[in-house]
């Protein structure tokens, strides 16, 4: 089965944490997507189950708003800031109330937006 990893480094001068978690998964959804400037509510497809998620993590080059499911009644609503991604990995506290079957994303940043985001999960948890 294939896998996917997450690297996070952290640092304040003084302590430096760097840490790899690599998760095995049977299903894989990637999606590079540009967004343009005063795009409202673009649909992006995409499809991937909350119950066994891996691995998620999501990011932008320009501050931009993601919406699940729904424009109008989203699932979640994500506000990313530029060059923060959003990560999640198995064991923590869920991202996801449950599966992503689309995404709606807003751009008012100024210029074009290059959305990022990959999640692994097993399809079978």
Do not use: H, W
């Amino acid at each position: 089965m294939p896998t996917q990893s997450a690297q996070v480094t952290v640092g304040d001068g003084l302590v430096r944490i760097n840490a790899t978690v690599t998760k095995t998964v049977s299903g894989n959804v990637s999606i590079e997507e540009t967004i343009a400037n005063a795009e409202t509510n673009k649909l992006v497809a995409c499809s991937f189950p909350s119950s066994g998620l891996k691995l998620m993590s999501m990011s932008s080059d320009k501050d931009i708003t993601v919406k699940t499911n729904s424009s109008g009644s989203p699932q979640e609503t994500f506000a990313l800031k530029a060059n923060e991604p959003v990560l999640f990995i198995e064991g923590q506290t869920a991202l996801l109330a449950g599966a992503v079957t689309a995404l709606y994303i807003t751009n008012a940043s100024g210029s074009s937006a290059t959305f990022k985001l990959i999640a692994g999960y097993d399809v079978t948890p």
